[in-house]
Structure formats: C-alpha cells, structure tokens
C-alpha cells in the first residue's frame, strides 16, 4: 500500500489529467477546486458546478471533505452550508475501492475460472456480507 503522500500526489496526477478543471490553492495538494459539467440526459445537464475539496494528513485512511461552492439541489448535500453528506465520505470512508480495481474489472465477471478461488478473498467478502 503507498504511503498516504505518495497516494495523495498519485490521485492528484489523475484528477489534473481528466477532463475536470483542477485548481489548487497555493500549490497545496491538500485543498483544491474541481469544476464540472452535469452529465448529459440528467436534470443536471448543462450546469456547471465547482466543489472545494480537502484532503486531511491521512488520506486515503481518512475521509476528503468535499462541498459544492455553487448551489445545487442534490439529496446528498446540505442546500445551505453545499456539503456532501453522503455517509460513504464522512463516516464510513475507506480506502478498500482499490479491492475493487484488483477485483471488479469487467473482465473480472467473465469465465469462472478468472474469479479466484483464494481462501482469504471468500472469508473477506463473508465477513464484509
């Protein structure tokens, strides 16, 4: 596993290569801006919203704290402060998606014989069940 640092500068890269507009605050990898467009075909096409993201010292372990700038009507964000309120990012954060990226490719729900039959992944996903 990276170390926090390392990781932060590896999702960061990623973030400034996609499609978003990525702006930091002095330089700082721990708070920056990400604007975007709303997807097409939703109730949100062709707004554009700007969130403020931040970063604490542990991540990936701890929660980014994520809020829109701009308003937006989401039953997933505070309508006064732009929070995100999802329970996902402020409670229960965890750094297990890369699980997901090992293990959920779409050639993972292929043939049986590429799902793995390891012992530790079964106890893992009865335990998480």
Known sequence: MALPS?????DMMKL???????????????????????PTDSLYEGGV????????????????SVGFVNKIYHPNVDE????????????TWSPM????????????IGAPEEISSDDDDDDILHENS
């Open 6 to 10: 390392k990781r932060r500068e590896m």
């Open 16 to 38: 400034m290569m996609s499609d978003y507009k990525v702006d930091t605050v002095n330089d700082d990898l721990h708070m920056f801006y990400v604007t975007f467009h709303g």
């Open 49 to 64: 919203w700007k969130i403020k993201v931040e970063l604490p010292e542990a991540y990936p372990y701890k929660s980014p």
């Open 80 to 91: 006064s402060s732009g929070a995100v309120c999802l329970d996902v990012i402020n409670q």
């Open 97 to 108: 998606f890369e699980y997901c990226k090992r293990y959920a490719k779409p050639e993972d």
